[in-house]
């Protein structure tokens, strides 16, 4: 496993780094991943103005700020992502806002068709769900906890929308957003950093 990981770091992108290339893929009517199909460049577009806007919006709260600021080991945030991906454009800039408080947590962001390897170590039910934070020890490159898709509210969105009518559809993504933006990131903030205790 720590192969995998240390190759899968050497080959990530930085916050900055990962916004300037989705920026510049959305520009040229791209998307990151294997496939350039029309619904996945339409998302990656989309994801790109959701992007610029937590990027100047979200805020870490105050709890969770205070536990970020005094932890005393030194971790990586490693965290597979596609630009397509709706709960990655979500979740993204909450984890880099989180990692900004602190220079002790070093964020590293990478694709997850270009890192199948790590992505297999991390499945969720079986699937390559996206985005999946992993939290490791940088001293000892030890893995202490993971974090994703999404959090357990919105998780228990989908699960019920799919109970209800079968498949996850376009208003089930619709609805899934405006949770996240009556969340306003204050569910993942709590998440994460309690993986950390």
Known sequence: MNSI???SIENSFSYDEYRAFVSD???QNKTTGHEQREDLIHYTQLNEARLHRLDKTIH???????????ISKEYIWLVLTESWCGDAA?????I????DLSDKIDLKIVLRDDN?????LFLTNGTKSI???IIIDKETNEVINDFGPRPIGAKQLISDYKAAHGIVDETAKIELQKWYLQDKGISTQKEIVALMK
């Open 96 to 99: 880099n806002k989180m990692a």
């Open 25 to 27: 893929l959305a520009k």
């Open 5 to 7: 990981i240390n190759k």
């Open 60 to 70: 870490v709260i105050d709890e969770v700020k205070s536990v970020i600021e005094n």
């Open 131 to 133: 985005p999946k934070l």
């Open 116 to 120: 199948e390897d790590l992505m297999n």
């Open 90 to 94: 979500q979740i993204l800039p909450i």
